[in-house]
C-alpha cells in the first residue's frame, strides 16, 4: 500500500526532517522532499538559502524529487503579524504554534494536495497513534505542545516517522546513512526566524520607549526598553540600580502597558492549588467533560500538572489546579494530555 501512497516531506535542511525522509523511502512511499520558503523582515540576516541547498544535498543523496513551496504570505499574516500583535496587546505569544498550524500543517499541507500527494509528513518528535496525537519516546524532545491546534483532518493527513525513536539515535542513522546533514546543530529561536532580539525586532513595528521598573512597593529601581516585550516571570532584559551582587535574582512580575511600567520581585507570582486558570480559542481532538482529572502542561518541557475541568465551553476551558504553579503568561500555550495522549489545549486567557 505504501508504494501507491505518495508522501511530500518538510525538508528544513536539519537532521530530524532529513532522517524523517530516509524512512520514509526505506518503507516503500513515493517520496518528494519540498522545502517551505517563509518570510523574512529584510533587516534580518537570513541563512534560508544555504538551508534549501542543505535539502537540496538530502533530497539528491535519498534519489528523490524536490521542491519548494512559498509559504511568505501565510508566515507573513499568520505568524509574523500574530507575533506583533500579541506583544503590542501585552500578551506573550507562541509562534511555533501557529507556524505548525498555518504553514506546516496549512500552506505546506495544501501545496501537497495540489501537487498530488496523499500525505505530509515533518521531522517533529510526535506519534501518531490510531489516529490519535501522541508524545514522542523522547521526553526531551517532544514537540506535542507545539502541535495542540492540529485538527482530526490535519492529523489524519501527517505523518511523524521519528517519533518513536530518541534523538541520538535519529543522529547515528543519519551518519550511518551518510546525510549530509548528520552533525549539523539543531535549530534554534523562534520557529523560522531564527534567534531573533525580539526588542529589536519589534521596534521595527511598534515604538519602543524606556520606562521605570519598580519594586512592589511601587518605587522606582531601574528601566527597561519597553513593557510589552517582557514577559511574567522573565528576570533579564532589564536594569536595575542597585549594584549588590548577593541579591536574588529578579523576576517581572506585572507590567502596565499604558503607564509603561513593569514591576519586579525576588519572588516570583504563583497560583495557588484551588486556583483556576481560562484558556480560550481551545481546539480538543477528544471529547472532555467537566469533572474530568487531566494533565496540563504551561510551557514547553515543563512537567505536566494534574487539573481538573470545571467549566467546558464552544471554544473555552475552566481547569482547577491541583498543586500550587507558577502563574502562566496570557497568550502563551496550554496544552491537555491524558498520559501521553495529547487532547488538545488552548490560550492562557
Same mark, same amino acid.
Given at each position: 500500500? !505504501?508504494?501507491?501512497?505518495?508522501?511530500?516531506?518538510?525538508?528544513?535542511?536539519?537532521?530530524?526532517?532529513?532522517?524523517?525522509? *530516509?524512512?520514509?523511502?526505506?518503507?516503500?512511499?513515493?517520496?518528494?522532499?519540498?522545502?517551505?520558503?517563509? /518570510?523574512?523582515?529584510?533587516?534580518?540576516?537570513?541563512? /534560508?538559502?544555504?538551508?534549501?541547498?542543505?535539502?537540496?544535498?538530502?533530497?539528491?543523496?535519498?534519489?528523490?524529487?524536490?521542491?519548494?513551496?512559498?509559504?511568505?504570505?501565510?508566515?507573513?499574516?499568520?505568524?509574523? *503579524?500574530?507575533?506583533?500583535?500579541?506583544? $503590542?496587546?501585552?500578551?506573550?505569544?507562541?509562534?511555533?504554534?501557529?507556524?505548525?498550524?498555518?504553514? $506546516?500543517?496549512?500552506?505546506?499541507?495544501?501545496?501537497?494536495?495540489?501537487? &498530488?500527494?496523499?500525505?505530509?509528513?515533518? &521531522?517533529?518528535?510526535?506519534?501518531?497513534?490510531?489516529?490519535?496525537?501522541?508524545?514522542?519516546?523522547?521526553?526531551?524532545?517532544?514537540?506535542?505542545?507545539?502541535? /495542540?491546534?492540529?485538527?482530526?483532518?490535519?492529523?489524519?493527513?501527517?505523518?511523524?516517522?521519528?517519533?518513536?525513536?530518541?534523538?541520538?539515535?535519529?543522529?547515528?542513522?543519519?551518519?550511518?546513512?551518510?546525510?549530509?546533514?548528520?552533525?549539523?546543530?539543531?535549530?534554534?529561536?523562534?520557529?523560522?526566524? &531564527?534567534?531573533?532580539?525580539?526588542?529589536?525586532? =519589534?521596534?521595527?513595528?511598534?515604538?519602543?520607549?524606556?520606562?521605570?521598573?519598580?519594586?512592589?512597593?511601587?518605587?522606582?529601581?531601574?528601566?527597561?526598553?519597553?513593557? =510589552?516585550?517582557?514577559?511574567?516571570?522573565?528576570?533579564?532584559?532589564?536594569?536595575?540600580?542597585?549594584?549588590?551582587?548577593?541579591?536574588?535574582?529578579?523576576?517581572?512580575?506585572?507590567? !502596565?502597558?499604558?503607564?509603561?511600567?513593569?514591576?519586579?520581585?525576588?519572588?516570583?507570582?504563583?497560583?495557588?492549588?484551588?486556583?483556576?486558570?481560562?484558556?480560550?480559542?481551545?481546539?480538543?481532538?477528544?471529547?472532555?467533560?467537566?469533572?474530568?482529572?487531566?494533565?496540563?502542561?504551561?510551557?514547553?518541557?515543563?512537567?505536566?500538572?494534574?487539573?481538573?475541568?470545571?467549566?467546558?465551553?464552544?471554544?473555552?476551558?475552566?481547569?482547577?489546579?491541583?498543586?500550587?504553579?507558577?502563574?502562566?503568561?496570557?497568550?502563551?500555550?496550554?496544552?491537555?494530555?491524558?498520559?501521553?495522549?495529547?487532547?488538545?489545549?488552548?490560550?492562557?486567557?
Amino acid at each position: 500500500m !505504501n508504494k501507491q501512497q505518495t508522501v511530500f516531506v518538510g525538508l528544513s535542511g536539519g537532521v530530524d526532517s532529513s532522517v524523517a525522509a *530516509k524512512r520514509l523511502v526505506e518503507q516503500g512511499y513515493k517520496v518528494v522532499g519540498v522545502f517551505i520558503k517563509v /518570510w523574512h523582515p529584510d533587516f534580518l540576516v537570513c541563512n /534560508w538559502e544555504q538551508e534549501r541547498l542543505d535539502a537540496m544535498r538530502v533530497a539528491a543523496h535519498l534519489d528523490i524529487p524536490f521542491l519548494t513551496c512559498d509559504a511568505e504570505k501565510e508566515y507573513r499574516d499568520e505568524v509574523a *503579524k500574530y507575533f506583533i500583535e500579541e506583544y $503590542k496587546a501585552g500578551h506573550t505569544p507562541n509562534p511555533d504554534v501557529m507556524c505548525n498550524q498555518h504553514v $506546516k500543517f496549512g500552506a505546506f499541507l495544501r501545496f501537497a494536495k495540489q501537487n &498530488g500527494a496523499d500525505l505530509i509528513a515533518t &521531522g517533529h518528535y510526535a506519534k501518531k497513534i490510531n489516529g490519535e496525537l501522541h508524545r514522542g519516546v523522547d521526553n526531551n524532545k517532544d514537540q506535542t505542545y507545539f502541535l /495542540w491546534t492540529l485538527s482530526k483532518e490535519q492529523l489524519d493527513c501527517s505523518l511523524f516517522p521519528i517519533g518513536d525513536t530518541p534523538k541520538d539515535e535519529v543522529r547515528r542513522e543519519a551518519e550511518a546513512a551518510g546525510l549530509y546533514t548528520a552533525s549539523k546543530e539543531d535549530s534554534q529561536g523562534i520557529c523560522f526566524l &531564527g534567534q531573533v532580539d525580539i526588542p529589536e525586532f =519589534l521596534s521595527h513595528y511598534v515604538e519602543l520607549k524606556e520606562g521605570n521598573v519598580l519594586n512592589e512597593r511601587n518605587e522606582v529601581v531601574g528601566t527597561h526598553k519597553g513593557a =510589552l516585550v517582557y514577559t511574567l516571570g522573565q528576570r533579564h532584559g532589564f536594569v536595575l540600580q542597585s549594584v549588590d551582587t548577593s541579591r536574588n535574582p529578579m523576576f517581572v512580575v506585572a507590567k !502596565n502597558i499604558k503607564e509603561n511600567t513593569i514591576t519586579v520581585s525576588d519572588t516570583p507570582r504563583t497560583l495557588a492549588s484551588d486556583e483556576t486558570v481560562k484558556l480560550t480559542n481551545v481546539v480538543l481532538r477528544d471529547g472532555i467533560k467537566r469533572g474530568d482529572m487531566i494533565q496540563a502542561q504551561f510551557g514547553y518541557r515543563q512537567k505536566p500538572l494534574a487539573v481538573k475541568i470545571t467549566e467546558v465551553k464552544s471554544s473555552e476551558l475552566e481547569l482547577k489546579l491541583q498543586e500550587n504553579i507558577r502563574k502562566p503568561a496570557g497568550g502563551q500555550s496550554c496544552v491537555l494530555y491524558q498520559a501521553t495522549l495529547c487532547l488538545g489545549g488552548g490560550r492562557i486567557a
